[in-house]
Nanobody
Framework: QVQLVESGGGLVQTGASLRLSCAASGRTISDYRMGWFRQAPGQEREFVAGSARRTSGTYYADSAKGRFTISRDNAANTVYLQMNSLKPEDTAVYYC?????????????????WGKGTLVTVSS
């Protein structure tokens, strides 16, 4: 199975950018569909962005479209989430996740493997 470790979170001001990284070990990420999710205090975990396994297909929540970009470096076994034009409502713990399921990635229950998360705080 794959192990995932996120990094790159922090405290930034509105309008700033951050790049989150998800380093995988144990298995190659090319075996998995990869996704980023987030969970704000008192709220359910929600889908942010996803990356297909064998194609260049990417998927985004409406809140992320035009601002966030998911990418993967199979050689480095790492997935990234570039976040631009950050807003206070983007404040959350961001999780990297992996699955071999063909079910929709918009449902967190589709994902089989999770990292422990990295906190992103956007101040106004």
């Amino acid at each position: 199975q794959v192990q995932l470790v996120e990094s790159g979170g922090g405290l930034v001001q509105t309008g700033a950018s951050l790049r989150l990284s998800c380093a995988a070990s144990g298995r190659t990420i090319s075996d998995y569909r990869m996704g980023w999710f987030r969970q704000a205090p008192g709220q359910e975990r929600e889908f942010v962005a996803g990356s297909a396994r064998r194609t260049s297909g990417t998927y985004y929540a409406d809140s992320a479209k035009g601002r966030f970009t998911i990418s993967r470096d199979n050689a480095a076994n790492t997935v990234y989430l570039q976040m631009n034009s950050l807003k206070p409502e983007d404040t959350a713990v961001y999780y990297c996740a992996a699955t071999t399921s063909s079910n929709t990635m918009y449902n967190p229950h589709t994902m089989a493997y999770w990292g422990k998360g990295t906190l992103v705080t956007v101040s106004s």
